[in-house]
């Protein structure tokens, strides 16, 4: 039985639209390939808690439950794991972003989303986004 782990991410979007992705540590699983921002939802926590926590961890910058706005799911499994992602917009944060937990952050325009490798959690995402821009 695969165990089941909640997990939240962030398309990040700035005033032109581009969408913020992350670029995992080498050493980490699926190292080298790009994602959206965001976390595991800890025990106790609910989604949009574990995703200030996480970007704040992440990428230094400071968001609000009011500005998130939920956009879609997606449901993957990995080795015994079976990760349910759940997806959030945010256009307004606090501070200054700064990479904390990966090796690259870049700003990318929505059509070029797909010119990056992503895990499939995050790569099936992506049309969402596309579709809400």
Not at 67 to 87: E, G, K, R
């Amino acid at each position: 039985m695969l165990k089941r782990i909640d997990v939240v991410v962030l398309a990040l979007l700035d005033s032109d639209n581009r969408i913020l992705i992350s670029k995992r540590l080498a050493n980490k699983p699926m190292g080298g390939m790009w994602e959206f921002p965001g976390g595991k939802i800890e025990p106790g926590e609910s989604p949009e808690g574990a995703l200030i926590r996480e970007i704040k961890e992440e990428l230094s910058i400071s968001i609000s439950e009011s500005c998130l706005a939920p956009l879609t799911f997606s449901a993957v499994a990995y080795d015994s794991n079976h990760f349910l992602i759940l997806m959030y917009v945010c256009r307004v944060w606090e501070g200054t972003i700064n990479a904390r937990v990966s090796s690259e952050i870049k700003w990318v325009e929505k059509f070029d989303l797909g010119k990056y490798k992503m895990p499939p959690g995050n790569e099936s995402l992506v049309g969402m986004v596309i579709d809400y821009l």
